[in-house]
């Protein structure tokens, strides 16, 4: 049998085996809940509340910042205890909202629809933005923003992101194989948005037992199916999946959209369904603690806010030291400056690494084996791209593409060198962005 796929990728150690068969555990976070006001890609959300407020679980504690941005809810009760900096899990300073819990957990009145037929297309893109849907696969863009393009008319494919590419993470996994009615309830949902548009529900091939589950729930279903994807990294990202499924390609000038695409992480598309059918905010999220350090690798249900600190040691803590702690997965994720930072809407995984096994490698020249351009599923050529980062030539750097790069991982993770490819271009990325927004 033949399955979808893209063109490169690697084939990385996957530890997924360590937390896969761990069902989902509630976590109750502790006294005090941590809400950054930027959880999202765009303008980060601003309080509408004040030291002292008494707040109750779904009560919106921060408002849209602009035209791309996203509110930010209560994930319980208790009393705002201060407006303050603090720091993020990529060691950056940012503003919060700190609530102490009171541990009552009282709610807010939700307002559930009975079917969805009875919600228009506006009504349901409006349950989406003031529930603060997120893109929570890690990029953070809002949802409402995504599901309102130019021409709806032109959308043919709606694609859930199912493949979880990314080493050790399994909170998809498990979603898929414990709610799979919230993923086909929020499909369902989009899908009501755009009228000529197909579901495809796409999952690697190392998740048979999810295939099975959601085939078999959407034999009935004639907008909707399950696609097979083969199992290679990075099958997740958005332009690789788009080109596996719909043979589409598109570049670093265009929006999914502009292929006639929407795609939405698993989570994502959960949060859509809870929004839409129940007008749940985004209050919580499944989050995967686990790697060789740590003593119980689990997943859990956890309310935003909550520290990844006490998740550890819900998760039995370290069972050796962690030379690196990361969040998210070890591809693509970042390295956490501390763990006592919280729980956010993109946040998917805790990875804690006995050893570090990035900076152990000490590189060495290129060798121009071009296992780089093998990998590469943008078809760059990184080892020259990081060449021209390191020699700052910008100029090259733009004309030989360099940013078309995914910042996937693959051409760092194959380098017999240990060249840090991924880190030389993205660096470059941020620099040639960064002289694109100065006036001239």
Not at 129 to 138: C, D, H, L, R, Y
Not at 236 to 264: F, H, K, Q, W
Request: charged residues 25%; contains cysteine.
């Amino acid at each position: 049998m033949a399955f979808l796929t893209f063109k490169g990728g690697v084939h990385p150690y996957d530890g997924k085996e360590l937390s896969k068969e761990k069902p989902v555990k509630e976590f109750l976070p502790g006294k005090e809940l941590v809400y950054p006001l930027s959880q999202h890609i765009g303008a980060p959300a601003q309080p509408v509340v004040k030291k002292g407020d008494k707040v109750l679980a779904g009560q919106k504690i921060a408002e849209m910042g602009g035209f791309v941005s996203a509110p930010i809810h209560a994930t319980v009760s208790g009393i705002v205890k201060d407006l303050k900096k603090v720091r993020n899990n990529v060691g950056a300073m940012v503003d919060a909202i700190i609530v102490e819990n009171d541990e009552n957990y009282e709610m807010v009145e939700f307002y559930p629809v009975k079917s969805l037929e009875e919600l228009s297309k506006e009504e349901i893109i409006a349950r989406i933005k003031e529930g603060g849907v997120v893109g929570m696969g890690g990029a953070g863009f809002p949802t409402h923003v995504k599901l309102s393009p130019k021409e709806p008319e032109k959308i043919e494919y709606v694609l859930v992101n199912g493949a979880e590419c990314e080493p050790y993470l399994t909170s998809d996994y498990r979603r898929m194989l414990e709610q799979p009615e919230w993923i086909i309830g929020g499909l369902k949902c989009i899908l009501k948005l755009f009228d000529y548009a197909k579901g495809c529900i796409c999952i690697e091939d190392n998740k048979p037992d999810c295939i099975a589950k959601l085939t078999e729930m959407v034999k009935e279903e004639p907008r909707i199916e399950v696609c097979t994807l083969k199992t290679k990294y990075p099958q997740g990202a958005e332009r690789c999946l788009i080109a596996a499924v719909s043979g589409r390609e598109i570049n670093s000038s265009m929006l999914p959209a502009d292929a006639g695409c929407v795609v939405d992480n698993i989570d994502t598309v959960c949060a859509v369904y809870r929004a839409v059918m129940f007008g749940e905010p985004v209050m919580d999220r499944i989050v995967t603690v686990t790697g060789d350090a740590v003593a119980d690798p689990c997943n859990f249900k956890v309310r935003l806010g909550s520290s990844f600190a006490d998740l550890l040691e819900a998760a039995g803590g370290l069972k050796q030291p962690a030379e690196k702690m990361i969040s998210g997965g070890p591809m693509m994720g970042f390295a956490m400056f501390d763990y006592h930072v919280p729980v956010v809407k993109t946040s998917s995984a805790m990875l804690c690494m006995s050893k570090d096994e990035v900076s152990a490698n000490e590189p060495s020249a290129c060798i121009n084996c071009g296992r780089c351009v093998t990998a590469c599923p943008a078809r760059l050529i990184p080892s020259r791209l990081a060449t021209y980062s390191e020699h700052g030539q910008e100029d090259l750097f733009v004309k030989y593409h360099g940013m078309e790069c995914v910042e996937c991982g693959c051409c760092s993770y194959t380098c017999p060198a240990k060249r840090p490819l991924t880190q030389s271009v993205r660096s470059m990325r941020k620099t040639v962005l960064a002289n694109r927004k100065k006036p001239k």
